[in-house]
């Protein structure tokens, strides 16, 4: 519980940092004035007052925000320094610079992760680098770092001849794993699942990784594409979503906060693997064209180029009215779902 409460702190506080930053250094290099960066929402926990702006830490810690002059035209006290009376372009920048900052992340820790940790591989040894919650081998007790010596009684030296065992049992019947923990010898007995996707038996464990570091060129080459393929992959997953809505399994902040402490018992290179993911994953849904969203603002903005001025005040109104509703109606579908997940299920 607690792992999971410090890994949801950290990723949330980075990405939630990385994004308002963005739109933070945008709007003072575009000459706005920035009274507030704060990360975290609610009571104060730390402020500090550094020239024209205070920089604060709040006690919640799912958000964040920049407190920019005039982003209400009817409340600009920055007179030519408020963000209402800049040029469009320089608006969009300050708007789009917060999802650009989400895409960036993710090339960033990769290229540390390629260039310093290295790339992952699966590690020869029988050694369990996972376990999959509800699966017969979490149910049976083995561990991670639990080192496979035989099943049924056939010696296993190498997790290729682990995986091939595995393959040839009968879901049907029970099956007797020797292991290796804290220098004793255990044995365990479990019913395989048989998985009807993959048409094989599976218990439930994955292997640990190995890391061989890269050359920085090869690094930054690796975190691009990897970055991009994810990006698509999250694209056309958005996709299907928008066109089978039902079927959408969302995970609000007690899912992710959950995950988050799943990922940080496995290490801290798979967190910051993980905060990438989140990062995308953030900076594509910011782009969606809802108001009270970066990309509901964008739009704004772009009726404002077209049409010479900017939209009613009414419309402003009734428009961030109508995107705050959607996003707290979401919000609080994705967390009755991470609710019925984490205890009725």
Same mark, same amino acid.
């Given at each position: 519980?607690?792992?999971?409460?410090?890994?949801?702190?950290?990723?949330?506080?980075?990405?939630?940092?990385?994004?308002?930053?963005?739109?933070?250094?945008?709007?003072?290099?575009?000459?706005?004035?920035?009274?507030?960066?704060?990360?975290?929402?609610?009571?104060?926990?730390?402020?500090?007052?550094?020239?024209?702006?205070?920089?604060?830490?709040?006690?919640?810690?799912?958000?964040?925000?920049?407190?920019?002059?005039?982003?209400?035209?009817?409340?600009?006290?920055?007179?030519?320094?408020?963000?209402?009376?800049?040029?469009?372009?320089?608006?969009?920048?300050?708007?789009?610079?917060?999802?650009?900052?989400?895409?960036?992340?993710?090339?960033? *820790?990769? #290229?540390?992760?390629? $260039?310093?940790?290295?790339?992952? +591989?699966?590690?020869? &040894?029988?050694?369990?680098? %996972?376990? !999959?919650?509800?699966?017969?081998?979490?149910?049976?007790?083995?561990?991670?770092?639990?080192?496979?010596?035989?099943?049924?009684?056939?010696?296993?030296?190498?997790?290729?001849?682990?995986?091939?065992?595995?393959?040839?049992?009968?879901?049907?019947?029970?099956?007797?794993?020797?292991?290796?923990?804290?220098?004793?010898?255990?044995?365990?007995?479990?019913?395989?699942?048989?998985?009807?996707?993959?048409?094989?038996?599976?218990?439930?464990?994955?292997?640990?990784?190995?890391?061989?570091?890269?050359?920085?060129?090869?690094?930054?080459?690796?975190?691009?594409?990897?970055?991009?393929?994810? *990006?698509? #992959?999250?694209?056309? $997953?958005?996709?299907?979503?928008? +066109?089978?809505?039902? &079927?959408?399994?969302?995970? %609000?902040? !007690?899912?992710?906060?959950?995950?988050?402490?799943?990922?940080?018992?496995?290490?801290?290179?798979?967190?910051?693997?993980?905060?990438?993911?989140?990062?995308?994953?953030?900076?594509?849904?910011?782009?969606?064209?809802?108001?009270?969203?970066?990309?509901?603002?964008?739009?704004?903005?772009?009726?404002?180029?077209?049409?010479?001025?900017?939209?009613?005040?009414?419309?402003?109104?009734?428009?961030?009215?109508?995107?705050?509703?959607?996003?707290?109606?979401?919000?609080?579908?994705?967390?009755?779902?991470?609710?019925?997940?984490?205890?009725?299920?």
């Amino acid at each position: 519980m607690i792992i999971s409460i410090i890994a949801a702190i950290f990723v949330f506080g980075l990405l939630v940092l990385v994004h308002e930053f963005g739109h933070f250094i945008t709007a003072k290099l575009t000459g706005m004035r920035v009274d507030e960066f704060a990360i975290g929402f609610g009571p104060k926990l730390f402020s500090m007052k550094y020239g024209e702006t205070r920089y604060s830490l709040r006690a919640i810690p799912l958000g964040g925000f920049n407190d920019i002059a005039g982003m209400d035209p009817s409340d600009n006290s920055a007179g030519e320094r408020g963000f209402c009376e800049k040029p469009v372009i320089s608006r969009m920048i300050v708007i789009l610079a917060g999802v650009t900052m989400n895409f960036l992340m993710p090339i960033v *820790l990769f #290229f540390g992760i390629y $260039a310093t940790v290295g790339v992952s +591989k699966p590690a020869v &040894e029988p050694i369990i680098g %996972g376990v !999959i919650s509800g699966m017969p081998a979490e149910k049976a007790g083995l561990k991670i770092g639990d080192k496979i010596l035989s099943v049924d009684g056939e010696p296993i030296t190498t997790w290729e001849a682990f995986v091939d065992k595995i393959k040839t049992v009968d879901s049907e019947k029970s099956v007797t794993i020797s292991y290796e923990r804290d220098s004793k010898v255990a044995e365990v007995s479990m019913t395989p699942n048989f998985d009807e996707k993959s048409q094989r038996v599976l218990v439930g464990v994955q292997s640990s990784m190995v890391y061989e570091p890269q050359d920085l060129s090869t690094s930054f080459s690796m975190a691009v594409e990897r970055t991009v393929s994810i *990006l698509a #992959f999250m694209v056309n $997953a958005l996709i299907d979503i928008f +066109k089978a809505p039902s &079927e959408a399994e969302l995970a %609000g902040p !007690i899912g992710i906060a959950q995950m988050a402490g799943q990922v940080a018992e496995t290490g801290f290179v798979p967190l910051l693997n993980f905060a990438a993911l989140l990062s995308l994953n953030l900076g594509l849904l910011n782009l969606l064209p809802v108001p009270a969203l970066d990309g509901g603002h964008f739009v704004s903005l772009v009726i404002e180029a077209v049409r010479g001025k900017p939209m009613s005040t009414k419309a402003m109104m009734y428009t961030q009215r109508v995107g705050i509703a959607l996003l707290l109606a979401l919000t609080l579908y994705a967390t009755m779902s991470d609710l019925v997940r984490v205890f009725f299920k």
